[in-house]
């Protein structure tokens, strides 16, 4: 992997040659966070990813994100070139409406330092802007409290609580390493007949809240509440490159415009059925 050019992708080139110690790993999270976006439009483009961390940083080099294979993939890869312990942990995201579980539907990382090990997780789209150490207790990052304690479905593993503003409940995930052949075929049940194949999500923590794009319904969450339906494929191109950095090929644009405007039409048309029947 070039480092170099990954640095630059990050913006943070006065990196090079840092030590690995916590100020590094807290300073590459937070670039990472705020550079690379969580995002499925693959998959609304109907083009399967890979699960190798290397592909996935050609990726993000490319100026594209993903969601935590590719994201956690690739920084962990990154951050083993600095020097750090990174151990990867098969895990479980929980909607609201979901029991805690360990579906393999995550990959976390925790890293391990001299004082102790961390949880550094790029891959949890709205949740952390930095790492947070690997103890009980509550932490506030930004407009966002965010719990962690030991979990209660993975014996001696963990289990993070988001914010209630957040887009999950929470997150469970085992003690032992892994590796990325675990999540193979998880990954193709996301890319194929999940959520992210119904909704194309794209998402951007920064130190003061989150940037969220759900179809075509932009919201911005944390130091102000902000609300606005993107109304023409220019309006939704522009905004996937001014807030998220995501400059899709001119080819991607009226096919991803097409299939994400169709899917809003029908979630529309579903909101409005429902209003009906509620109101017989």
């Known amino acids: 992997m070039d480092v170099t050019a990954y640095l630059a992708r990050l913006g943070r080139t006065d990196l090079a040659g840092a030590p690995p110690d916590l100020d590094t790993l807290i300073e590459l999270h937070r670039a990472h966070v705020e ?79 001299p004082d102790g090990e961390w949880l550094v997780d790029l ?81 951007r923590r920064d130190a003061t809240g989150v940037d969220l794009l759900r179809g075509l319904v932009f919201d911005r969450v944390g130091d102000r509440t902000h609300r606005v339906t993107l109304a023409s494929r220019q309006d939704y191109v522009d905004t996937l490159a001014d807030v998220f950095g995501l400059h899709l090929a001119p080819e991607d644009r009226p096919v991803l415009w097409e299939r994400v405007r169709a899917a809003h039409e029908n979630w529309l048309a579903a909101q409005a059925a429902r209003t009906a029947e509620a109101s017989l």
Not at 37 to 66: N, Q
Not at 98 to 113: G, Q, Y
Not at 138 to 155: C, D, H, I, K, N
């Open 123 to 203: 891959g949890l789209g709205d949740a952390l802007h930095e790492p947070i150490p690997l103890e009980e207790g509550t932490y506030r990052q930004g407009p966002f409290v965010f719990g962690l304690r030991r979990s209660e479905v993975a014996p001696g593993g963990w289990r993070f609580e988001h914010d209630p503003a957040g887009s999950f409940v929470g997150m469970d995930f085992e003690p032992t390493p892994t590796t990325m052949s675990r999540f193979i075929a998880k990954h193709h049940e996301l890319s194929t007949e999940s959520h992210f194949t119904r909704v194309a999500v794209v998402q």
């Open 35 to 113: 550079r690379v976006p969580y995002e499925v439009l693959e998959i609304w483009l109907r083009r399967p990813t890979s699960l190798d961390p290397l592909v996935s940083a050609a990726r993000i080099l490319s100026g594209r994100g993903g969601y935590c294979y590719h994201l956690n993939g690739a920084f962990s890869t990154l951050a083993e070139a600095f020097g750090f312990e990174v151990v990867k942990h098969a895990g479980g995201v929980q909607g609201h409406g979901d029991e805690p579980e360990v579906t393999d539907s995550h990959l976390a990382l925790t890293v391990r330092l």
